[in-house]
């Protein structure tokens, strides 16, 4: 059913009406829910990528899974220490072979209050709950791009009102890490087949805020939800009133309004304000320590440069070519001018750090020396004693390109930079016809099998997510063995092993490993952040400045 209207809680609002309304909103209808609310009890950011949908099953980027996760509750959920605890499940038991999972269900979970749910505005979520939401995020009339979460799964039911059921095809350890996803978010039916398409903009969840209004481009507010079910210390949760986002385009804007009070949260550096904000070495500028506080930890993302490797024209077809490269410039000198010490170089191998399988393997550090005899060999093989290779990358990253054009060209390679939107790179990496692409992957779960599944051959574009088109049949040995491995230690040295092989063969060019790094007003307490940046603003409250 679409509307030409946004519907809040079955009110019907104009969009200008909306864009009029937004302050006496926020304040007269908060002030009736809460007697001693004020603005130091919003938490205000910005999101300059925009928000496309607040519907969990499309909860596809950061920019839409932060509301989200305010908004909604799965199954399980991550710890800041990137830990499996319960959510909405209170407890849960594998078969013995590791291929069913019976989650049990809290009986004090209640969705966002909507008049479609009668008399009380509301009700408990059920284990039906989450089978129609696994039903609904593998349905081909929704086209959720969280589907995937749910390949390995056989079948699902609801058991009864508070026994929720799983079978996996095969027994895959890191599974449960992947139902911390905010696409396994539970919806209520009554609700998403009232709105349609239209849930994206009218969510109803079980999280610690409920949605208040949404001016798409303009603004966002989320309101405390007051039935929600966690506590901290007896105390219930949340603490903050509302959640204000904004949407200004660039991040020199977000940085001028973080600075000057009106937001409480910058995300990430940007090439913009990095030179002001942060000295060389990357600690805060003191001249903003007064007013700020910089966190950051390892982030579970790691930066790279792809080689497509079954088109044999490339030049990068040859192993010392790629080896050359790899070993012939300066990671660490990168991170310090071009992000101002914000990363760690990647001379470790892919697995990034942050996860317990990392483990300090010797990968490409530099070594110019090294780097020439690999070229040497590489033009007595082929004959070509001034190799030409391209990069294709978006704009954001041209910099870390020009970079180490200038370190090949010291090697005595010739880099050619073709920039291009993000949109048209990620068509030429599926279609193999970048001889090297810039990519990232930024982990769904904490697992490094996320990270080695990108070089296991059956996972091949465009089919899966092997933009290389790497194929090694030990390789792929030791993938098929990790999966089916339950002991954790044990897996890790699978992965450990896996690695190894990557950095003997050289499909890619690790750049760095990054690091999550927020800056926030200094009167902003109980802020965390994890390794995969997913932020949580439950337990954060606010002092008055």
Not at 159 to 174: G, I
Not at 333 to 348: D, E, S, V, Y
Not at 517 to 533: M, Y
Request: hydrophobic fraction near 35%; glycine fraction near 4%; aromatic fraction near 12%.
């Amino acid at each position: 059913m679409k509307k030409k209207f946004l519907d809040y809680n079955g009110i019907l609002v104009s969009k200008n009406l909306l864009l009029k309304c937004i302050l006496l909103l926020l304040l007269i209808s908060c002030k009736k829910q809460s007697k001693n609310f004020t603005d130091d009890q919003v938490f205000r950011y910005n999101e300059h990528s925009n928000i496309t949908s607040l519907d969990p099953a499309f909860a596809k980027n950061q920019a839409n899974i932060w509301p989200c996760n305010q908004l909604f509750n799965g199954l399980v959920q991550l710890d800041d220490a990137l830990k499996i605890q319960p959510d909405i499940a209170k407890k849960w038991n594998f078969s013995e072979d590791g291929k069913t999972i019976n989650f049990t269900l809290r009986n004090d979970v209640y969705f966002h209050k909507h008049k479609l749910f009668g008399l009380d505005s509301t009700r408990t979520v059920r284990a039906q709950d989450f089978e129609y939401s696994f039903n609904r995020l593998i349905s081909t009339e929704v086209v959720a791009p969280g589907k995937w979460v749910l390949n390995n799964v056989s079948s699902f039911r609801a058991l009864n009102d508070s026994v929720f059921q799983l079978k996996l095809k095969e027994a895959f350890p890191p599974f449960l890490g992947l139902l911390t996803m905010k696409y396994c978010a539970v919806v209520p039916q009554e609700i998403v087949e009232y709105y349609g398409s239209e849930f994206r903009s009218n969510p109803i969840g079980t999280g610690p805020f409920y949605f208040k209004l949404w001016v798409e481009n303009t603004k966002l507010v989320l309101r405390k939800n007051e039935y929600y079910y966690e506590k901290e210390k007896g105390e219930k949760l949340p603490y903050l009133e509302a959640i204000s986002i904004t949407f200004l385009p660039d991040k020199q804007s977000e940085f001028l309004q973080l600075i000057q009070g009106n937001l409480d949260m910058l995300s990430g550096i940007d090439a913009s304000f990095k030179d002001d904000i942060l000295k060389r070495d990357g600690q805060l500028n003191p001249k903003y320590g007064q007013q700020i506080k910089m966190l950051s930890k390892p982030y579970l993302n790691t930066e790279y440069l792809g080689f497509f490797m079954e088109n044999s024209k490339y030049p990068t077809a040859n192993i010392n070519l790629r080896k050359a490269i790899n070993y012939g410039f300066d990671r660490k000198k990168m991170i310090r001018f071009l992000r101002n010490g914000i990363g760690t170089p990647a001379i470790h191998g892919f697995i990034p750090k942050g996860l317990p399988s990392f483990n300090h393997l010797k990968g490409f550090d530099y070594q110019p020396k090294l780097a020439k005899e690999y070229l040497d060999k590489y033009s007595k093989e082929t004959g070509n004693e001034s190799p030409l290779v391209t990069i294709t990358t978006n704009a954001q990253y041209l910099d870390l390109c020009e970079f180490i054009q200038q370190e090949m060209s010291n090697l005595g390679i010739t880099i050619k930079i073709d920039v291009v939107p993000g949109t048209v790179l990620k068509e030429l990496k599926k279609k193999g016809e970048a001889p090297i692409f810039r990519a990232s992957w930024i982990a769904d779960y904490p697992d490094a099998e996320n990270y080695l599944m990108l070089f296991y051959s059956k996972n091949f574009t465009p089919n899966g997510a092997n933009y290389t088109h790497f194929k090694n049949e030990v390789f792929d040995s030791l993938y098929e063995q990790s999966i089916a491995t339950v002991t954790a230690k044990k897996r890790h040295k699978l992965y450990q092993k896996m690695d190894s092989i990557l950095v003997v063969n050289a499909p890619m060019i690790p750049l760095y490993y990054d690091e999550v790094t927020v800056f926030i007003q200094k009167n902003v307490t109980n802020f965390t952040i994890n390794a995969i940046n997913s932020l949580n603003l439950k337990r954060v409250k606010k002092t008055i400045p």
